[in-house]
T-cell receptor
Framework: GESVGLHLPTLSVQEGDNSIINCAYSNSASDYFIWYKQESGKGPQFIIDIRSNMDKRQGQRVTVLLNKTVKHLSLQIAATQPGDSAVYFCAENISGNEKLTFGTGTRLTIIP | DTEVTQTPKHLVMGMTNKKSLKCEQHMGHRAMYWYKQKAKKPPELMFVYSYEKLSINESVPSRFSPECPNSSLLNLHLHALQPEDSALYLC?????????????FGSGTRLTVV
């Protein structure tokens, strides 16, 4: 079946550098995407979302880019901090359908 | 209130026990979800309730029984579980319409079946 996947299972980044986490999705009908951060022992925490009528959306220190041509999603975190260490999931949804499907996740480790 | 509250945070139960997980939200969300998450894996959808009615059951074994008493509460009744059912059980809620669905997750119940 169709699923959402991630290119890299782990990513190590120097503190202060920018991080880029990638996600590939295969369901062309998906039109709503969310990035979640999950710290150990906690539930997924909403970071940022984007709809398919947008290519880019910015939040505080985070930017999500959507390339519908190649079905690719990325999360950019500026000036990473130790508190950014976590597992990051992308998730996709089709409007009108309650189901939210998660990708496999990327563990981000910040090197002091 | 912008939270989804789950209780208990931790639960250890035997294979013959009956227990319930509880979830509560007061954001006016009309969709509520149960997810199961094994270690180092993404959350997997189990059930969806829309307007207090079960709308999605992802072929979950009958030893898991969901219940939605009202628009703010969601329960998951557990009976005769197996050790492989040990996992983090996550509750979530969302709007069903609008431009921002606001999918929000609780912190989960860490379940251990012995």
């Amino acid at each position: 079946g169709e699923s959402v996947g991630l290119h890299l299972p782990t990513l190590s980044v120097q503190e202060g550098d920018n991080s880029i986490i990638n996600c590939a999705y295969s369901n062309s009908a998906s039109d709503y995407f969310i990035w979640y951060k999950q710290e150990s022992g906690k539930g997924p925490q909403f970071i940022i979302d984007i709809r398919s009528n947008m290519d880019k959306r910015q939040g505080q220190r985070v930017t999500v880019l959507l390339n519908k041509t190649v079905k690719h999603l990325s999360l950019q975190i500026a000036a990473t901090q130790p508190g950014d260490s976590a597992v990051y999931f992308c998730a996709e949804n089709i409007s009108g359908n309650e189901k939210l499907t998660f990708g496999t996740g990327t563990r981000l480790t910040i090197i002091p | 209130d912008t939270e989804v509250t789950q209780t208990p945070k931790h639960l250890v139960m035997g294979m013959t026990n009956k227990k319930s997980l509880k979830c509560e939200q007061h954001m006016g969300h009309r969709a509520m979800y149960w997810y199961k998450q094994k270690a180092k894996k993404p959350p997997e959808l189990m059930f969806v309730y829309s307007y207090e009615k079960l709308s999605i059951n992802e072929s979950v074994p009958s030893r898991f029984s969901p219940e939605c008493p009202n628009s703010s509460l969601l329960n998951l009744h557990l009976h005769a579980l197996q050790p492989e059912d040990s996992a983090l059980y996550l509750c979530a809620s969302s709007h069903l319409q609008g431009t921002n669905y606001g999918y929000t997750f609780g912190s989960g119940t860490r379940l251990t079946v012995v």
